[in-house]
Structures are given as structure tokens and as C-alpha cells.
């Protein structure tokens, strides 16, 4: 894809990483790492820092941290950058310890929104954080970038706020809250911070940097693409542009026939039941001022169509209105998909408080993708590529007590690309990297590999992913680029794959032999998301990934199997899984190795019947699955299926006041929650009692029985009520043993019968 986009609208309407003048503190050259403390500056030779970073995360110095990425890069802008990492934020005193920045604080909550950070999708406490050493919970707030802002601005009270990451991102409308239960006011309001970057912001940032620098006052840099900010009424900075009113949807009512103009007034007073005469006295239609109804042609600069996108701002539906009105929330919701492709998205702007509070929270169109030199730009910058000396053990070491899990996880993988353009309802890329993909060169990627081999201490020669949000998009794109910029679907690839998209993997398959023929390198893994209906349409990719990238397990996420959720997903049917998997089971066997797809599905989603869960775990049992790691839906800020799971609407149909509205069925409450959970966990003899019960209720007693063609048994083995997750400490514990050897059966309570077979499962 990058070769066209390199031609295209993007590359011809943003000025490039490279091209500013680098600030005045670049003589003090690359830090080994951002300092985290006033000794690290001292060390550099620094008396105060420009620009200090906060975020939710321990500090590790890698490009797959958002936070090392931006500091990295606003250093070689030749700014002074320092990190505050997870600080406590009981009071403003730990937001000093770098002293006062010279021109602003930079605010994120970390590589996840805090809420999704710290909650399961029931609503419960994690214990574990895996972005913290030791893998601990607790270290950062809930809405950390919320109290980050606060204890900033309490600070130092006079420094410019720039808010940044995927919290942010997902937050920058008013937008339903799961964890509260009710729409919350747009991030930009609740933070208080001058600026808000959304999705990936080097491209906005790095212009912010400079301009704050030269002294320009924060409140009058309204400009930059991908950013949010509170404008007050009566700011002349909007001067100018043309508002288009968008805070309603159409409503049906009585429409008045026109008027025929080839009748006589009295033909068309008879025409209504009325008269012209005098004597009964005239009606409107006998008045002669009273014309036909005339159509205007519009004229050539007319029309919504025809107005300068870079001047037009739709106005959405209030936070009050959305608040209280679910349908206007699903209307604003679709609005601010559908103006979502940087080549012709316009400005949004909604309304926040009335009377003395009354302000509009402005949102400009999205960032400029980076071209692929800006991508090796950002890339190639002197990463560590571990994290802070300060969280090493007494050995010196990180993979002991205070091991980052995440840091553990992306260890030895490099990342290849940006952007996903499948259009996910339940996911958050769409919302904050977006659908266009950004690729790095092929010299790059082995820079880093080959870094990877030289440098990072416990190497052993297994790369474990080459990858980025979904495996195989390294390179597609659309065919044209006029198309791309003027393309306003949500995905590429549902309901099926478009025309004008590029399935060509021929690049994707030369880094991947180019990387595994390094010198040291004995094997490339792919951990990322596969999208397998891409990869189909290449037969010579699935052979190269099978014999040569897979580790015996390859996980993949057909998400469900029935058309009903699949469609409020978008996703593919699942004839494409399983046309993946004969090719996979093919090259498997061609290739004299035993391998296995791990598929993952969601439960709950909305659009998800019982019934359609019933078939999942139907299916599951007749393929052999038994899925230990179990998702449950979990409704993301600003998600197209949040807005489903809040509304009871559809988005992607349009939506309306009366029946033309699809309503969309919603898994609520924690029973038929885990129901659809207990589905997909049909093995698990914890859950038989309750998929009896729904089974009945549904008359599908026929599955129930102690056949193979039977979904669940009818005996019940004495069971601990304990659920092993995945995750070890958010597993539930046991309410009892389980006495071995003796199973009761469902119906009587007492042990099996001799001879029967008792087994759970």
C-alpha cells in the first residue's frame, strides 16, 4: 500500500517528520535513556527538561511502547525529554520530580485505556497488570489520563496539557462508559487539557512541539490535523468555516401533497373537500398568491458535496441530547465513523454544558499517515530496546521479580506495520490507528531484526512475531489512490473483499524469507492476527507462513460461526476459516509437521442469540475444540458495537425513529452473560447444571445425553466450582474439593450406576 499512498492525497498534504529545524537542545545529543530522574538529567548535562512525558506504563525503551516511540521521536526533533512513569497520584508532588517543563506536559494513561487495564469484562479487579514491574496491579488510576491531567495542572499550573493515547482516542466524543454505565462527557472536558492527539500522533506532536516552542500560544493552535480541543462560544478562531447541523436524524410525519399546477384553484379546492365559491367562502387554495411548488436546481457551488471539506465542520448531536437519547447516540456514532479516512473526513464539533458552561468540543480530521520513510524514520531511532535500569533486580537483570510481562511478550518481535482496514466493530483500531496502512521498508525491518540478534541480552535466535495490528496487511492497499482518498466504507474487506483492494503478499512473503535467511536467526514466528480471508487469496503465503513460521500452534479469530453476530461484527462467514484450514492442514502435512489452529471466538456480542451460541459450541464439539481462553464482549469507549450493546440499534444499517430501524439483540445481565460464556466452555462440568437448564428452556433437551452426538452429559461429577483462567490470578477459586472417584448424577443425586462410565466430560 505505501507505494501508492507515497502518490497519493496523503503524501502531497502533510509535511514530512524530517523537515523542521531541529530545536536548540539538540547539542545535547541522545540520551541512553529518557531520564527519570533528576541525577539521569544531571548526567546529560540538563538543567530542566522541554517537554515531560506522563504515562500509565513502566517506562520500556521500545517501539512497541507508545511512550518511547513519542519520546524518542520529540528528542530528535532536539527537544529534552523526560519520563514520569506510573507516579503516585495521591498528590502533585511526584508530577515535580523533573522539575518544570519549559513548554508542555505530555499526558497518557499508557498502551491500554486504564479502565479496560484494570477491569475484566464482569465489571471485576484485576490483580495483575502486565505493564507493570512484577506484573502487579494497582499502580495507576482509574481514567489515569483524567487524574494525570488534574495532578499536572496542580503542579505546574501554568504549562500547557497535550493529552495523547489510546484512552484519549477512544474518549474524544462523548461516548458510553461500560464501567459506569452511562455516557460520559468527552475526554477533552472531564481532562481540562489544551490539546488532545488522537490515534498515532507523532505527525500532530512533533508539530505541536515546534510551535509551542516558537512561543505561539497553545489555545491559538486550532489547526493541526488529528487533534481535539474546547473551543468557547463567540471564539473567532472558527471564523469561517461552514457548519453542516447533523443533531437530528429524520423523523416521519404528515407530508403535504404538492400542489397539481395543471388544476384550477377550484379544481384542486374540490380536489381537498373545499370550495371557491363566495358564498361558502374561499380557501387558501383559491388565494392567488399561492404558487405551485417550484424545484430549484442548486447551483454549481451548491449542495452539501460540493462544500470544502477543509472548511466544513458537522455539527453533532449535544453531550446532553446523546446522553439522554439513544438513537441520536447511535447517529453520532455512525456520523464520526464515516469521517474517518483522512483523505476526506471533516471536522466534527459537539456541544458540551449550556448557558455560562456552554462550550464546543472541536475534533479536526484525522492525522496524515506516515509514508514509509517516515515510518523508518521513526523506527530506526536509537531505542534501548528494554526497559529502564531502574526496574532491574539486585543482579541487574528483568526477568526475574520485576519482569514486565508486556515487555516479555514483544521482546524479540518487530514491528512491521500500522493500521487495520478490516473494520472490526467490537475492536479499537479503527477508532485510533485507522484503516489506512502504514508500512515500513524491507531494509528497515532487518536493521531491526538484525539489531534484535546483536544487542537484546537472552536472544536465542527465534524471532517471535513479524507482525503489527493484523499479520498479513504489510503493503495492501487500495488500487487507486483517488479511491482511497475518496473510499467512506468501514472495511475493506466486509462483506466481502472490495475490487479496487490489493491481495498481492508477494512483499510480506519476501521479508519473511529474507528475515529467516539472516545469519543467527533459526526461526521467524507470527504471534499477530492473521486475517485468513486475505490469505486465501494467496496460496503461496499460506505455504510460506505454515512450513516455515508456525510453531505448532497458530491462533486466528474466526470470532463466531453464525450469520446473526458475524454481520454486527463484520466479519467473515466461516466457509473462509475453513477454506484456510484445509490449506493449512495441506501445507501441514506437505511439510511432515504436526500443527493445530487455535481459533478464538467472542461471546456475548451484540446481535448473539442463545440459539447462536447453542450452534457455536455445537460446532466446537464436532471439530474437537475445547476453548480454555474464553472472551467475553467487552464494550470499548466509542466501538461501533458498543454503540449496538447501548443503543439496542444498528449504526451500520442507518439509523431512524421508526421501523426501518434494525434493532439489535443484546446480552445483558450476568446470567445469560454466563450462558454464552458457559457455550463456549461446554466441556467444563462447572457449567453443565446451567446449560441444562437453558438447554430445556430452549427445547434442545435432545442435546442433552451421554452420546457423542450429545452436547453435554446427564450425570454431574462433584465439581470445585473453580474456573482456570488463562490469566492464573484472575482465575476464580474453588468453593470445595472434588472428591475423587465419585460422581453424582444431575437427576438423583446419588453415584452412577455399575457399569456406567461417569466420566466429566
Not at 530545536?23 to 546529560?44: C, D, H, I, N, V
Not at 453476530?565 to 506437505?590: N, Q, T, V
Amino acid at each position: 500500500m505505501n507505494a501508492p499512498i507515497d502518490v497519493s492525497f496523503f503524501a502531497r498534504n502533510a509535511k514530512p517528520l524530517t523537515s523542521y529545524r531541529p530545536y536548540w537542545a539538540k547539542r545535547f545529543g541522545t540520551a541512553p535513556f529518557l531520564p527519570m530522574s533528576r541525577a539521569e538529567m544531571e548526567q546529560l548535562g540538563w538543567d530542566s527538561c522541554d517537554i515531560v512525558l506522563v504515562t500509565g506504563d513502566a517506562y520500556v525503551d521500545h517501539p512497541s511502547f507508545g511512550m518511547a516511540v513519542i519520546g524518542r521521536v520529540l528528542e530528535a526533533q532536539g527537544f529534552r525529554v523526560g519520563i514520569i512513569a506510573q507516579p503516585d497520584w495521591q498528590s502533585a508532588e511526584p508530577f515535580k520530580v523533573l522539575g518544570k517543563p519549559n513548554l508542555f506536559w505530555g499526558v497518557t494513561a499508557g498502551n491500554m485505556d486504564s479502565m479496560i487495564n484494570r477491569y475484566t469484562a464482569d465489571r471485576k479487579i484485576r490483580s495483575d497488570d502486565a505493564y507493570t514491574p512484577g506484573d502487579v496491579g494497582g499502580k495507576r488510576p482509574d481514567r489515569a489520563a483524567i487524574v494525570y491531567s488534574q495532578r499536572c495542572r496542580e503542579a505546574y499550573k501554568d504549562v500547557p496539557i497535550v493529552l495523547g493515547g489510546i484512552e484519549g482516542s477512544l474518549r474524544r466524543i462523548a461516548h458510553y462508559d461500560y464501567w459506569s454505565d452511562k455516557v460520559r462527557r468527552s475526554i477533552v472536558v472531564d481532562a481540562k487539557c489544551d490539546l488532545l492527539l488522537y490515534g498515532n500522533a507523532e505527525r500532530a506532536l512533533v508539530e505541536v512541539a515546534h510551535r509551542i516552542a516558537a512561543r505561539e500560544p497553545v489555545e491559538q493552535i486550532t489547526d493541526v490535523r488529528g487533534t481535539a480541543f474546547v473551543r468557547r462560544p463567540g471564539d473567532q478562531t472558527a471564523d469561517g468555516w461552514i457548519e453542516l447541523d447533523s443533531t437530528e436524524v429524520d423523523q416521519p410525519g404528515h407530508v403535504e401533497d404538492h400542489i397539481n399546477p395543471y388544476q384550477t384553484t377550484s379544481e384542486q379546492a374540490q380536489a381537498r373537500g373545499q370550495s371557491c365559491s363566495k358564498e361558502e367562502g374561499a380557501t387558501p387554495e383559491c388565494d392567488p398568491q399561492v404558487r405551485p411548488i417550484t424545484i430549484h436546481r442548486p447551483q454549481a457551488t451548491g449542495g452539501v458535496a460540493r462544500l470544502p471539506r477543509d472548511r466544513t465542520v458537522i455539527r453533532l448531536p449535544s453531550y446532553e441530547q446523546v446522553r439522554s437519547d439513544a438513537v441520536l447516540y447511535a447517529h453520532a456514532n455512525r456520523v464520526l465513523h464515516l469521517e474517518t479516512n483522512p483523505g476526506n473526513a471533516r471536522a466534527l464539533v459537539q456541544a458540551h454544558g449550556e448557558g455560562t458552561t456552554a462550550r464546543d468540543v472541536w475534533i479536526n480530521p484525522p492525522p496524515i499517515p506516515l509514508t514509509t520513510a517516515e515510518m523508518d524514520y521513526v523506527f530506526d531511532l536509537p531505542y534501548a530496546r528494554g526497559p529502564h535500569p531502574a526496574y532491574a533486580d539486585e543482579h541487574g537483570r528483568h526477568d526475574g521479580a520485576t519482569k514486565i510481562p508486556a515487555w516479555e511478550m514483544i521482546r524479540f518481535s518487530v514491528n512491521i506495520m500500522r493500521g487495520c482496514f478490516g473494520g472490526c466493530t467490537f475492536c479499537s483500531i479503527t477508532e485510533h490507528e485507522g484503516r489506512i496502512i502504514q508500512s515500513r521498508s524491507e531494509d528497515s525491518i532487518i536493521r531491526e531484526v538484525e539489531e534484535m540478534r546483536d544487542k537484546v541480552v537472552g536472544f536465542t535466535g527465534v524471532v517471535s512475531d513479524l507482525g503489527g495490528p493484523t499479520a498479513n496487511m504489510y503493503r495492501l492497499g487500495c488500487r487507486s489512490p483517488a479511491i482511497e482518498a475518496a473510499c467512506r466504507k468501514p472495511s475493506c474487506v466486509y462483506p466481502g473483499i472490495c475490487q479496487n483492494l490489493t491481495t498481492n503478499h508477494d512483499p510480506l512473503i519476501r521479508i519473511y524469507r529474507r528475515a529467516r535467511a539472516l545469519k543467527g536467526i533459526k526461526k521467524i514466528l507470527i504471534g499477530s492476527g492473521l486475517r485468513y480471508d486475505l490469505a486465501v487469496k494467496s496460496p503461496e503465503y499460506v505455504k510460506e507462513l505454515v512450513q516455515h513460521h508456525v510453531g505448532g500452534y497458530l491462533k486466528i479469530a474466526p470470532e463466531h460461526t453464525e450469520s446473526g453476530p458475524l454481520s454486527k461484527m463484520m466479519k467473515p462467514g466461516i466457509g473462509s476459516y475453513d477454506r484456510f484450514k484445509a490449506m493449512f492442514e495441506k501445507y501441514s502435512e506437505e511439510a511432515g509437521k504436526k500443527q493445530f489452529l487455535i481459533p478464538y471466538f467472542i461471546a456475548a456480542h451484540p446481535g448473539t442469540s442463545d440459539e447462536d451460541m447453542m450452534n457455536l459450541a455445537l460446532w466446537l464439539k464436532k471439530n474437537g475444540f475445547r476453548a480454555d481462553q474464553v472472551q467475553t464482549f467487552y464494550p470499548s469507549p466509542m466501538a461501533t458495537a458498543t454503540a449496538m450493546y447501548h443503543t439496542s440499534l444498528n449504526p451500520l444499517k442507518g439509523v431512524h425513529r421508526d421501523e426501518r430501524a434494525e434493532r439489535v439483540d443484546i446480552v445483558r445481565g450476568e446470567k445469560r452473560r454466563r450462558l454464552h460464556k458457559a457455550f463456549l466452555r461446554y466441556h467444563d462440568p462447572n457449567n453443565w447444571p446451567l446449560l441444562r437448564e437453558a438447554l430445556k428452556t430452549m427445547g434442545r433437551a435432545d442435546l442433552i445425553g451421554n452420546g457423542k452426538h450429545h452436547l453435554i452429559p446427564t450425570f454431574q461429577p462433584v465439581t470445585d466450582g473453580g474456573y482456570q483462567s488463562a490469566r492464573r490470578k484472575n482465575s476464580t477459586p474453588g468453593g470445595r474439593a472434588l472428591v475423587k472417584g465419585r460422581m453424582l448424577t444431575q437427576h438423583t443425586g446419588l453415584p452412577p450406576r455399575p457399569g456406567t462410565k461417569g466420566k466429566g466430560g
